[in-house]
């Protein structure tokens, strides 16, 4: 599972508003907080991921991806689907499409 907001914030949000921290801990792995992806395509869009001591994925085999293309690909595939599928209609729209 790889994390949009990475679960280190949430913890540290849980521990200083404790009365959110039930439900901060129920977003760390909420579908709208990350996908489910493969351990490459995590190593190559979270720098924290520890992949070598894993024996998995050297750092030389699999880059790290630039942050400009890193962050949008962490966003949770339901929002993006969303945003890619409104914005296609706004177009289509503004084209005059039926």
Same mark, same amino acid.
């Given at each position: 599972?790889?994390?949009?907001?990475? &679960?280190?914030?949430?913890?540290?949000?849980? #521990? $200083?508003? *404790?009365?959110?921290?039930?439900? =901060?801990?129920?977003?760390? @792995?909420?579908?709208?907080?990350?996908?489910?992806?493969?351990?490459?395509?995590?190593?190559?869009?979270?720098?924290?991921?520890?992949? &070598?001591?894993?024996?998995?994925?050297?750092? #030389? $085999?699999? *880059?790290?991806?630039?942050?400009? =293309?890193?962050?949008?690909? @962490?966003?949770?595939?339901?929002?993006?689907?969303?945003?890619?599928?409104?914005?296609?209609?706004?177009?289509?729209?503004?084209?005059?499409?039926?």
């Amino acid at each position: 599972f790889s994390h949009f907001i990475p &679960a280190r914030t949430i913890r540290n949000l849980a #521990e $200083r508003l *404790p009365g959110f921290a039930r439900s =901060l801990k129920a977003f760390d @792995r909420c579908p709208l907080n990350g996908n489910y992806v493969s351990p490459a395509f995590h190593a190559m869009t979270d720098p924290l991921r520890w992949v &070598a001591k894993q024996g998995v994925f050297p750092r #030389e $085999r699999v *880059p790290l991806l630039p942050a400009v =293309l890193r962050y949008p690909l @962490r966003v949770p595939f339901p929002i993006s689907g969303g945003l890619l599928g409104g914005f296609s209609g706004i177009g289509h729209s503004l084209l005059g499409g039926d």
